[in-house]
C-alpha cells in the first residue's frame, strides 16, 4: 500500500510541476495563489553540501554581499571529504589557500567549515560539526541547501546515484533540518533529473528520478531553471555543460 501511494503521489507531482512551470512561463502576469519559493537574497541561514573543491564556496563568499545572500547571517559549508582526502583528490587545487580565505569569513557573517560531512546522515553528521565548533552559532535549521552535482563517483551507477539522492531527501527531512518555507537547490546535468522539463528528457529509466525521490520524502519540485555559475567556480571532476538548477521545496505532511 504505501509502495502504491508512493507511486500515485510521484505521478500527480510530475503533472502538476509541468502545469505551474507552463503557467509561470506562458502566463507570468496572471496572479495565482501557488506557493512561490523566496529568493536567495532573503536566505538567513545557509548550508552548502559536498563542495568538492571548495571553489564554489570562495566564489559565493566574495560576491555575498553583491549578488548572493545580502541577509544571510549564517553560512555553514561543507565537504564529504576530510582534508587530507581533498588533498589528495585535487592534488591541482590551491584547498589551504581557498581555506584560509574562507576563514577570513564576512562581515556580519558567521561562516564554518565543516569536512566529512555526508549529505545522507545529516543529522549524526551536523552533531559532529557542532560538537567541534561549540563557539559558532551552527543553526539548527537552514533557509537554504545547496547540493552542487552530487554524484556516486565513476560513470554508470545509476541505481546508486539514485539510492544517494533518496537518502539525501530523507537525511534532510529525518533530521528536520530544512526551516519552514526553506528551499533544497539541487544542480544536476541535463537529463538526469528526469523533471517534465528537462530540454533533453531521456527515458525515465535513464534518469536518477529525482522527483520520485524528492516526494518520497515529502518534498515537491517548485521550479526548474540555469544553473548560474558564480564567477572563479569551476568543476574539477568530470566535465560537462552546466545545465539545470533544480529547486524543491518541503510540503506539509498530512
Request: positive net charge; glycine residues 6%.
Given at each position: 500500500?504505501?509502495?502504491?501511494?508512493?507511486?500515485?503521489?510521484?505521478?500527480?507531482?510530475?503533472?502538476?510541476?509541468?502545469?505551474?512551470?507552463?503557467?509561470?512561463?506562458?502566463?507570468?502576469?496572471?496572479?495565482?495563489?501557488?506557493?512561490?519559493?523566496?529568493?536567495?537574497?532573503?536566505?538567513?541561514?545557509?548550508?552548502?553540501?559536498?563542495d568538492?573543491?571548495?571553489?564554489?564556496?570562495?566564489?559565493?563568499?566574495?560576491?555575498?554581499r553583491?549578488?548572493?545572500?545580502?541577509?544571510?547571517?549564517?553560512?555553514?559549508?561543507?565537504?564529504?571529504?576530510?582534508?587530507?582526502?581533498?588533498?589528495?583528490?585535487?592534488?591541482?587545487?590551491?584547498?589551504?589557500?581557498?581555506?584560509?580565505?574562507?576563514?577570513?569569513?564576512?562581515?556580519?557573517?558567521?561562516?564554518?567549515?565543516?569536512?566529512?560531512?555526508?549529505?545522507t546522515?545529516?543529522?549524526?553528521?551536523?552533531?559532529?560539526?557542532?560538537?567541534?565548533?561549540?563557539?559558532?552559532?551552527?543553526?539548527?535549521?537552514?533557509?537554504?541547501?545547496?547540493?552542487?552535482?552530487?554524484?556516486?563517483?565513476?560513470?554508470?551507477?545509476?541505481?546508486?546515484?539514485?539510492?544517494?539522492?533518496?537518502?539525501?531527501?530523507?537525511?534532510?527531512?529525518?533530521?528536520?533540518?530544512?526551516?519552514?518555507?526553506?528551499?533544497?537547490?539541487?544542480?544536476?546535468?541535463?537529463?538526469?533529473g528526469?523533471?517534465?522539463?528537462?530540454?533533453?528528457?531521456?527515458?525515465?529509466g535513464?534518469?536518477w528520478?529525482?522527483?520520485?525521490?524528492?516526494?518520497a520524502?515529502?518534498?515537491?519540485?517548485?521550479d526548474?531553471?540555469?544553473?548560474?555559475?558564480p564567477?572563479?567556480?569551476?568543476?574539477?571532476?568530470?566535465?560537462?555543460?552546466?545545465?539545470?538548477?533544480?529547486?524543491?521545496?518541503?510540503?506539509?505532511?498530512?
Open positions: 500500500m504505501k509502495k502504491t501511494t508512493v507511486v500515485i503521489t510521484t505521478g500527480a507531482l510530475a503533472v502538476l510541476t509541468y502545469y505551474l512551470y507552463s503557467k509561470y512561463h506562458n502566463n507570468k502576469t496572471e496572479s495565482s495563489t501557488t506557493f512561490v519559493p523566496s529568493t536567495i537574497i532573503k536566505s538567513k541561514s545557509v548550508l552548502i553540501l559536498g568538492g573543491n571548495l571553489s564554489y564556496s570562495l566564489a559565493t563568499v566574495k560576491l555575498i553583491n549578488v548572493y545572500w545580502k541577509q544571510t547571517t549564517d553560512l555553514l559549508i561543507s565537504t564529504y571529504d576530510t582534508l587530507d582526502e581533498l588533498h589528495e583528490r585535487y592534488p591541482n587545487d590551491p584547498i589551504d589557500e581557498i581555506i584560509s580565505e574562507l576563514n577570513k569569513g564576512v562581515s556580519g557573517i558567521n561562516v564554518t567549515i565543516a569536512q566529512k560531512v555526508d549529505a546522515q545529516l543529522t549524526t553528521s551536523l552533531n559532529t560539526v557542532r560538537s567541534n565548533n561549540t563557539k559558532m552559532n551552527i543553526p539548527l535549521q537552514f533557509d537554504l541547501i545547496l547540493f552542487n552535482f552530487p554524484h556516486w563517483g565513476g560513470r554508470g551507477y545509476i541505481q546508486r546515484n539514485r539510492k544517494l539522492l533518496k537518502n539525501f531527501f530523507r537525511s534532510v527531512q529525518e533530521s528536520n533540518i530544512l526551516a519552514p518555507q526553506g528551499e533544497i537547490h539541487l544542480a544536476l546535468k541535463q537529463g538526469q528526469g523533471t517534465p522539463i528537462d530540454m533533453d528528457l531521456k527515458a525515465s535513464n534518469t528520478k529525482t522527483l520520485e525521490a524528492a516526494a520524502s515529502g518534498f515537491i519540485l517548485a526548474v531553471s540555469s544553473f548560474t555559475v564567477n572563479g567556480y569551476y568543476c574539477s571532476g568530470r566535465r560537462g555543460n552546466f545545465t539545470f538548477l533544480i529547486l524543491f521545496v518541503v510540503v506539509a505532511k498530512q
